[in-house]
């Protein structure tokens, strides 16, 4: 069995899907699922703290070093070297996501022992099968591959032929970053299709694209998706209400902007787990386009995955609404916010709430 290297997240989910986590012997800092990859050597690191950072921050830092040439992510050399992988999966699709191109290149020539390269550069539903088909036939587990694959693409194409009987498909946006705005691109608007949607805004099959807030207002979605590349299910109710809660900093014209679209109107505004069901195009994926089915048509169809996945944003407190019993109570001279509220928040603000619901992050 082959010694695998993974830098994508995505790929390390695949490899565990096949049943080869053993040979799994380093991966990034991201790797996170399933639970056991945590425990693997990691291999490449984030140069950025964007835990602590907030979206515009990090969009800033990010084109700043991109455009000064430099890396988003650090690879050590002398532990990958130590490894002495036989294969390394990684990518070419966004040097945002991941190491790719060039600086692939030049850690390889470090190595003493030249591993064979799997390039996973999907921009569809079909070319992420196609990458878990390359990697069975690179460690021998075709069958196995084709078996995921086939289970996979039937439950697409069953929801696919319930999807087509409805009479209507809401206008729906992704949006894959906060500030700035930015439209999901490559596989996702092919997920809302399949799942009941119309997106116009979306870049099917290519990059993400920004949009301004007056296109998005010309738009007018019925139901908004918040789902920011590389966050999960906390972190992106974090970040929504850094930028559109009560006290943001947020410029007010863009506040006002969110709050009048019709989505937000009609209480229809859902922030996703992006990193498990979304931006990483793995097996979930599958997963996330039922979670988009039952989000842009919640009559007709359930959703039996994971409670944290999603959640629905509560738009009354994001709006700056509160009552004293129900979110919270005074103690002497202080306000203790209830569980039920921070509930709703939907995130561990890490202060040490008397009725934290969360494990702190």
């Keep these: 069995m082959p010694r695998i290297v993974s830098f994508l997240p995505s790929a390390s989910e695949m490899v565990c899907a096949l049943g080869l986590e053993d040979a799994l012997v380093g991966v990034t800092h991201e790797c996170d699922y399933p639970e056991l990859v945590k425990r693997k050597p990691v291999v490449v690191r984030n140069v950025l703290p964007i835990e602590t ?27 990958l070297a130590s490894l002495a992988p036989d294969l390394i999966l990684t990518q070419n699709l966004c040097q945002v996501c991941a190491p790719s191109g060039n600086e692939v290149s030049q850690v390889l020539k470090a190595l003493p022992h030249k591993p064979e390269i799997l390039w996973m550069t999907p921009q569809s539903l079909s070319e ?27 439950r697409l194409e069953e929801l696919k032929s319930e999807t087509s009987k409805l009479a209507y498909r809401p206008r729906v946006f992704c949006m894959e970053w906060l500030d700035p705005v930015y439209a999901c691109g490559h596989w996702v608007p092919e997920m809302v299709k399949i799942a009941g949607g119309t997106d116009e805004i979306g870049s099917d099959g290519g990059e993400s694209v920004r949009v301004s807030w007056e296109r998005l207002a010309e738009w007018a979605p019925e139901v908004l998706v918040m789902m920011p590349c590389g966050f999960d299910l906390q ?8 930028h559109f809660g009560p006290y943001s900093s947020f410029p007010s014209e863009n506040s006002a902007a969110f709050f009048n679209l019709p989505a937000v109107r009609q209480d229809r505004v859902y922030a996703v787990d992006a990193n ?16 988009l089915a039952h989000l842009i048509h919640p009559e007709s169809f359930a959703w039996n ?3 944290d996945a999603y959640m629905k944003v509560d738009l009354n407190s994001l709006r700056g609404s509160f009552a004293e019993e129900r979110d919270y109570y005074r103690d002497g001279e202080a306000m203790v916010f209830t569980a039920s509220y921070l509930q709703r928040r939907g995130y561990c603000c890490g202060s ?3 009725h934290c619901p969360y494990e702190v992050q």
Aim: charged share 25%.
């Design 53 to 79: 950072m907030t979206q515009s921050e990090i969009d800033r830092a990010v084109a700043k070093r991109l455009h000064e040439g430099q890396s988003l992510y650090q690879i050590d050399e002398e532990l």
């Design 128 to 154: 992420i099968f196609d990458n878990l088909r390359d990697l069975g036939a690179a460690v021998g587990q075709m069958e196995k591959a084709e078996t995921l694959i086939a289970g996979r693409g039937a």
């Design 235 to 242: 972190q992106t109710m974090k970040q929504i209400w850094q």
């Design 276 to 291: 498990s069901y979304f931006a990483r195009p793995g097996p979930r994926v599958v997963d996330g386009t039922e979670l």
């Design 305 to 307: 995955g994971p409670a």
């Design 352 to 354: 040490g709430c008397r």
